[in-house]
């Protein structure tokens, strides 16, 4: 081989080596797109999706706070973004069978949803949360202390012998199969018209808020099982043991082919989800709900204050 061929061997060889990424480190491709939803609590955990994907070299481009879930899924669909927060509950909305008693079961509804969307779309679900964000009963603590209130079946109880209760929640709640009545199927109590405060909307802000002052004889609210504002205004959450909702875990929900090509994205976003718990994510929605702090400052702190951020 002359000399001038050997050199031109060599330049190709380098050129190609070059594009081959160094031991730990991903390579220089097209960047992650991480999308959220609107809500607080989607934003949050978008943040931190996009944070910890950035302290791990991984280039991206910021689509939080994207648009409600059905803008979600079909973007992710179409391969318009690339990775973002979901609900393990919600696999019952995209394939349509929320009857599954699957879906109320926290590793079975988990398994279920990575199955049929790993077969059916090419998504992947990551590592889950350990806290259900479903909907849930509270009451204040003095409430919950008078009456001897720590679940629904000391709830049911309450109700069935005759007590003062008054809940206040959305005409969604009130009336959705999923909600206020599977409740009253599974722990075997009705609450009438006048134990009943329905308000426009669905923020639990409001009903949360009416509850902790006692607005128009209001001492039950509908919440979410994360909700920020529960820990700021003293509010027991009830606990469901027989099951009555559906539970929804949030997970990362990434494209396969976006996690083959960044491999590292599943251990680091499992340690970032599995250590927030339902009382974790409480502080942190009230950082941003209650206390008015941006999201991704408030997914900058936690992530970096256990060294995750490294």
């Given at each position: ?123 992947v679900w990551l590592a889950p949360a350990p806290a259900d964000n479903s909907w849930v009963v509270a009451v204040p603590r003095a409430v919950a202390a008078a009456h001897h209130l720590a679940t629904m079946t000391d709830f049911a109880a309450w109700v069935r012998a005759g007590g003062a209760v008054r809940l ?16 009253e199927r599974s722990y075997d109590f009705r609450l009438g018209p006048a134990s009943l405060l329905v308000l426009a909307g669905g923020d639990t802000a409001v ?104």
């Amino acid at each position: 081989m002359g000399r001038r061929r050997a050199a031109v061997v060599r330049l190709v060889v380098c050129a190609i080596l070059a594009l081959v990424p160094t031991a730990g480190r991903p390579a220089a491709l097209e960047p992650v797109r991480v999308a959220s939803k609107l809500d607080t609590e989607s934003a949050l955990l978008g943040a931190m999706i996009l944070l910890t994907l950035e302290a791990s070299g991984i280039s991206t481009v910021d689509k939080l706070q994207l648009g409600p879930t059905n803008i979600l899924r079909s973007a992710v669909i179409a391969g318009e973004i690339d990775i973002y927060p979901e609900y393990t509950g919600n696999g019952a909305l995209f394939y349509g069978d929320d009857r599954d008693p699957a879906w109320r079961d926290s590793r079975a509804g988990y398994d279920r949803v990575r199955a049929l969307d790993m077969a059916r779309r090419r998504l992947v679900w990551l590592a889950p949360a350990p806290a259900d964000n479903s909907w849930v009963v509270a009451v204040p603590r003095a409430v919950a202390a008078a009456h001897h209130l720590a679940t629904m079946t000391d709830f049911a109880a309450w109700v069935r012998a005759g007590g003062a209760v008054r809940l206040a929640a959305s005409a969604e709640f009130v009336e959705s199969p999923a909600a206020l009545p599977a409740f009253e199927r599974s722990y075997d109590f009705r609450l009438g018209p006048a134990s009943l405060l329905v308000l426009a909307g669905g923020d639990t802000a409001v009903t949360l808020r009416a509850a902790a002052e006692h607005i128009s004889g209001v001492n039950a609210a509908m919440a979410y099982g994360t909700d920020g504002a529960l820990a700021v205004l003293d509010l027991v959450v009830l606990d469901d043991p027989r099951r009555a909702q559906v539970v929804y875990e949030p997970a990362p929900v990434v494209r396969a082919a976006v996690l083959e090509r960044y491999p590292v994205i599943r251990d680091r976003l499992a340690t970032v989800f599995g250590g927030l718990d339902a009382a974790s994510l409480r502080r942190l929605n009230a950082r941003i709900a209650v206390d008015g702090e941006v999201a991704r400052r408030v997914a900058s702190d936690y992530l970096d204050a256990r060294g995750l951020l490294r």
